[in-house]
Every structure is written in structure tokens, then in C-alpha cells.
T-cell receptor
Framework: GQNIDQPTEMTATEGAIVQINCTYQ??????LFWYQQHAGEAPTFLSYNVLDGLEEKGRFSSFLSRSKGYSYLLLKELQMKDSASYLC?????????FGAGTTVTVRA | DSGVTQTPKHLITATGQRVTLRCSPR?????VYWYQQSLDQGLQFLIQ???????AKGNILERFSAQQFPDLHSELNLSSLELGDSALYFC???????????????FGPGTRLTVL
């Protein structure tokens, strides 16, 4: 089975940094994905980690530790448009298993 | 725009009815995935097809069925609808299918189903 945990909500100020943690216990693993989803819209791909370490992509970075079953998504220089839900997902063979999502609210 | 299209955008129907949701994957993608997202459940994987064949099943009810056609579009059929089936239904596509490989999925805009 799959067990993926991430915080429900986080609030941060515009221009700040926020780190969203994700822990997982899964029966198989072929990658850890982060998606962004604005309310009522489709999830959009942000990042992918399959090896341990940090992947940086502009203002977004994602980290993975496979031995610890742990990942985080780091959002830097927060902008109002970053207010959204961030979904951690574990790839396993043919499917993605998603966490419940972390709602990030950016305040001015 | 992800390149994945879904119709209809909105669907309102009554309990006990049957509906069909349609998805066209990105050009060249052979894999299609269906997800259900309700307020209290998050994004739940339902089923996956690859090149016309079922590849994986998730939390899909027996009242629900899907298929992928030779032109690679897919349909999700929901029958004997209940109030609890009200949700956003997303289709996603990817170009890879097997475990161990990068399987980024591109999501369509979703169909919002309301069962009254």
C-alpha cells in the first residue's frame, strides 16, 4: 500500500521561502513528483526526483532521501501567484499515488 | 495548456443515471490515466490504459468502467450514480508506461460532475 503524508496548510509572506515536507511509505518506488494545483484547475508538473539529492529549477527546488522516505519542495521568493495546493506523488510502476496536498497561502 | 483534452467540462445529472466522460491524450502519448478528486479524498488514481490495454487499477468502483480506443482516446463510464460520486474527474497522459522510467503525467482540465 501507499502512505504519503504532507502538511495540510502553510502560510508565508510574499518574498519569503517556504518548505513543504513529504514523507512516504510505499511498496514500490520509481520517482517522487511534485505538482502544483490551483483551485478547480488541473495539476501541473513541477519537479521529479529519482536519485537522492537536490534538484533546482528556478525558484523551485526539490529534495529526495530515498533511505528516509522523505522529500521536500522549496519555494523561494514567494509570489502571490504561488498560492495553490502542492501535491507530493510517488511513482510506482504504472501509477502515481498522491498525498492529500498542502495548501500554501501567500500573504502580502 | 497540457495538450490533454476532456469533455464535457461540466456535467450535472441525477442519482441512478449513467454518464460518459471523454479524454484525448497528448499527441503521441500512449498511456491514459483517470483520477477522481473530491473535497474530502484528494486525488485518487482510478485506472490506467496503455495503447488500448488496461495496465493498472486503483480505487475504481465496480459501477465505473473505462476503455481506450484504437485512436487512443479514452472514455470513463460512471453508472448508477450516487451523490458521493460528485467530484472532479481528471484524465492524464504520459509517453512512458513501465516502472523504473520517468512517467511524468500531463493532466487535462477535468470534468466536474455534480450528482443531484
Amino acid at each position: 500500500g501507499q502512505n504519503i503524508d504532507q502538511p495540510t496548510e502553510m502560510t508565508a509572506t510574499e518574498g519569503a521561502i517556504v518548505q513543504i515536507n513529504c514523507t512516504y511509505q510505499t511498496s514500490g518506488f520509481n520517482g517522487l513528483f511534485w505538482y502544483q494545483q490551483h483551485a478547480g484547475e488541473a495539476p501541473t508538473f513541477l519537479s521529479y526526483n529519482v536519485l537522492d539529492g537536490l534538484e533546482e529549477k528556478g525558484r523551485f527546488s526539490s529534495f529526495l532521501s530515498r533511505s528516509k522516505g522523505y522529500s521536500y519542495l522549496l519555494l523561494k521568493e514567494l509570489q502571490m501567484k504561488d498560492s495553490a495546493s502542492y501535491l507530493c506523488a510517488v511513482g510506482n510502476d504504472y501509477k502515481l499515488s498522491f498525498g492529500a496536498g498542502t495548501t500554501v497561502t501567500v500573504r502580502a | 495548456d497540457s495538450g490533454v483534452t476532456q469533455t464535457p467540462k461540466h456535467l450535472i445529472t441525477a442519482t441512478g443515471q449513467r454518464v460518459t466522460l471523454r479524454c484525448s491524450p497528448r499527441s503521441g502519448d500512449l498511456s491514459v490515466y483517470w483520477y477522481q478528486q473530491s473535497l474530502d479524498q484528494g486525488l485518487q488514481f482510478l485506472i490506467q490504459y496503455y495503447n488500448g490495454e488496461e495496465r493498472a487499477k486503483g480505487n475504481i468502483l465496480e459501477r465505473f468502467s473505462a476503455q481506450q480506443f484504437p485512436d487512443l482516446h479514452s472514455e470513463l463510464n460512471l453508472s448508477s450514480l450516487e451523490l458521493g460520486d460528485s467530484a472532479l474527474y481528471f484524465c492524464a497522459s504520459s509517453s512512458r508506461t513501465s516502472g523504473g522510467s520517468y512517467n511524468e503525467q500531463f493532466f487535462g482540465p477535468g470534468t466536474r460532475l455534480t450528482v443531484l
